[in-house]
């Protein structure tokens, strides 16, 4: 029940184009749903985050977009640059601070220039 | 304000031998969390600690694995008797203290590899 499946597993996109990731969460208790982009070789950084009762949170041209009902949740980036080849990863959690998060198994992104 | 730090970056043990990670979380940040990264994978919670405590040990190994966040100092990821399987990248996450919300910044990671 913990689990959280992300898909597809890479992703190839043409700079300008739109990349989308999509996850899927079975706790109905998750209240707390952020990604993260991980470059090679570094840690992940927390990218933007929903909470379940907005459909929609956009900052700059990443935009989460969630279905509460369909238990998912997706990611996309708009006008994709080659700097946004990268990993990303969804988690889901619990907002209160000090609660463990469970990740996605990561999407690999890469933009062709 | 620095970021999450961890030490070593890279780290290289033969089978039996220990591996200490450190994790200095972010100041103000009272809550650390563990992560293990096997390659080509997400990543997978290990311990959450705040000082002097250990919170939540639900996806730590039960034998040869154990963590500490001392009074002082940094927090300790301890392997003991690593085998190869240990090997993987091991990242520390800091969050604010209780009454913050759940934004955990990440460290850059230790890479273990085991001989």
């Known amino acids: 029940q913990q689990q959280v499946k992300q898909s597809p597993q890479s992703l190839i996109v043409q700079k300008g184009g739109i990349s989308i990731i999509n996850c899927a969460y079975e706790?109905?208790?998750?209240?707390?749903f952020p990604w993260y982009q991980q470059f090679p070789g570094k840690g992940p950084a927390l990218l933007i985050a929903?909470?379940?009762?907005?459909s929609e949170k956009k900052e700059g041209r990443f935009t989460i977009s969630f279905n509460k009902s369909a238990k998912q949740f997706s990611l996309h980036i708009m006008d994709s640059q080659p700097g946004d080849s990268a990993t990303y990863f969804c988690?889901?959690?619990?907002?209160?601070?000090?609660?463990?998060?469970?990740f996605g198994g990561g999407t690999r992104v890469l933009v062709k220039p | 304000n620095a970021g999450v730090m961890q030490n070593p970056r890279h780290l290289v043990r033969r089978r039996g031998q220990e591996a200490r990670l450190r994790c200095s979380p972010m100041?103000?940040?009272?809550?650390v969390y563990w992560y293990r990264q096997l390659p080509e994978e997400g990543l997978k919670f290990m311990v959450y600690?705040?000082?002097?405590?250990?919170?939540?040990e639900s996806g730590m190994p039960k034998e040869r694995f154990s963590a500490e966040f001392p009074k002082e100092g940094p927090s300790i990821l301890r392997i003991q008797q690593v085998v190869r399987g240990d090997s993987a990248a091991y990242f520390c996450?800091?969050?604010?203290?209780?009454?913050?919300?759940?934004?955990?910044?990440f460290g850059p990671g230790t890479r273990l590899t085991v001989l």
């Open positions: 100041k103000g940040h009272s809550h």
């Open positions: 988690a889901a959690g619990f907002k209160a601070a000090g609660n463990k998060l469970t």
């Open positions: 929903i909470r379940p009762d907005v």
């Open positions: 600690l705040q000082k002097e405590n250990i919170i939540d």
């Open positions: 706790n109905t208790a998750f209240d707390y």
């Open positions: 996450a800091s969050s604010p203290g209780s009454l913050g919300k759940n934004e955990q910044f």
